[in-house]
């Protein structure tokens, strides 16, 4: 009995990621400071009082929770940096990618207990980066099939159409030609005769 108490205590421990425990008698079990917890009491003792707030929060400089999110930091300049760049060499792939990213991960800060304001933080400017890339990206489309549309001229009107009584500007069907040398050249040379 005495055994699996231990056992279920060392696996307690190890999952909640306790330090500085021994698998011997617990009641006469001496345990050994790591030399991380004498460097964190040193560090902790040399800090201002508001500092150790900070220091020893769940989400604090000693975790994971602070400097992934603090990185991630880099991803929102990357991205500010791409402003510079023309919007037809921006991909919509990569800049929804990004604003999804920061849309979902910032909905999950807010979830995870202990709440990490970083993390939301960069998600919400990453989402913001994205979003602003992806309404160039559409505002340059645009403007090429505008360009486009204007670039559609009607064809100069030469002459009557097939099919068109009044000039209203719709024209149906190939041009009438009445003078067969007309847009040959000078008046009067057309077409070589077939005779």
Known sequence: MATSRQVSLVVRRFLWGQRNYSTGDIKTATTK???FAEIDARIEKALPPKIKALWNHPAGLK????????WKWC????????YTRPAEKLSW?????LAATGIIWSRYSMVVVPKNWNLFSVNVFLALTGVMQLSRIYLYNKSLENKSKDDESPEP???????DDKDDGVNFGPPVVTDPGEGFGPPGT????TK
């Open 75 to 82: 991803l929102v300049f990357a991205g500010m940096a791409d």
């Open 93 to 97: 792939r990569q800049s929804a990618a």
């Open 157 to 163: 009107i030469m002459g009557p159409r097939i099919g």
């Open 33 to 35: 400071v790591s030399r």
């Open 63 to 70: 975790t994971i929770h602070f400097w992934a999110p603090s």
């Open 190 to 193: 057309g077409p070589p005769s």
